[in-house]
């Protein structure tokens, strides 16, 4: 599977960005799909997640009310809308995916099996 993520950039606080994660190889559908973000010196962490059937997302208590996942199987992508942006929203954002169905997992990175190449978002106050 290959993940490539954009729809990053700059944007002032207060603002709106859509991430985007096109994927291509195995079928698609039959994966969940998260995002996670790594700020300069710290850990990368779980942002969202939405099931393969898109039935259910779940989201970091930091995002939760500003943040939105969503998918379309039929162009293979998911997409991540993010407003009401904070400046510590400020980061690298990666898609991935996982075979793994169970929301007891979706937010652990070692539980994702491939990663897209990241799309920078900086938010300035």
């Known amino acids: 599977v290959q993940l490539q993520a954009s729809g990053g950039g700059l944007v002032q606080a207060g603002g709106s960005l859509r991430l985007s994660c096109a994927a291509s190889?195995?079928?698609?559908?039959?994966?969940?799909m998260g995002w996670f973000r790594q700020a300069p010196g710290k850990e990368r962490e779980f942002v969202a997640a939405i099931k393969w059937s898109g039935s259910s997302a779940y989201y970091a208590d930091s995002v939760k009310g500003r943040f939105t996942i969503s998918r379309d199987n039929a162009k293979n992508t998911v997409f991540l809308q993010m407003n009401s942006l904070k400046p510590e929203d400020t980061a690298i954002y990666y898609c991935?995916?996982?075979?793994?169905?169970?929301?007891?997992?979706?937010?652990?990175?070692?539980?994702?099996?491939?990663w897209g190449q990241g799309t920078l978002v900086t938010v300035s106050s």
């Open positions: 190889g195995r079928t698609f559908s039959r994966y969940a």
């Open positions: 991935a995916t996982t075979t793994y169905n169970s929301n007891t997992v979706l937010h652990l990175p070692r539980y994702y099996a491939y």
